[in-house]
């Protein structure tokens, strides 16, 4: 196995699908999936609205 292999490998769960959640956008309300929990009295973005709320 190469290292390229072995790192895709790392960061995909070995295959496994990842589990998404249902969410809705704080910005544009938009309905989206997210690959974590939503917590409540959190804001959730969509993968638009996320770029502009994202920090450098």
Same mark, same amino acid.
């Given at each position: 196995?190469?290292?390229?292999?072995?790192?895709?490998?790392?960061?995909s769960?070995? /295959?496994?699908?990842?589990?998404?959640?249902?969410?809705?956008c704080?910005?544009c /309300?938009?309905?989206?999936?997210?690959p974590?929990?939503?917590?409540?009295?959190?804001?959730?973005?969509?993968?638009?609205?996320?770029?502009?709320?994202?920090?450098?």
């Amino acid at each position: 196995m190469s290292f390229d292999n072995r790192r895709d490998n790392r960061h995909s769960g070995f /295959g496994a699908p990842r589990k998404m959640f249902k969410a809705t956008c704080a910005d544009c /309300g938009k309905e989206c999936e997210v690959p974590f929990k939503p917590t409540e009295g959190r804001p959730v973005y969509c993968r638009e609205c996320y770029q502009k709320h994202r920090r450098f």
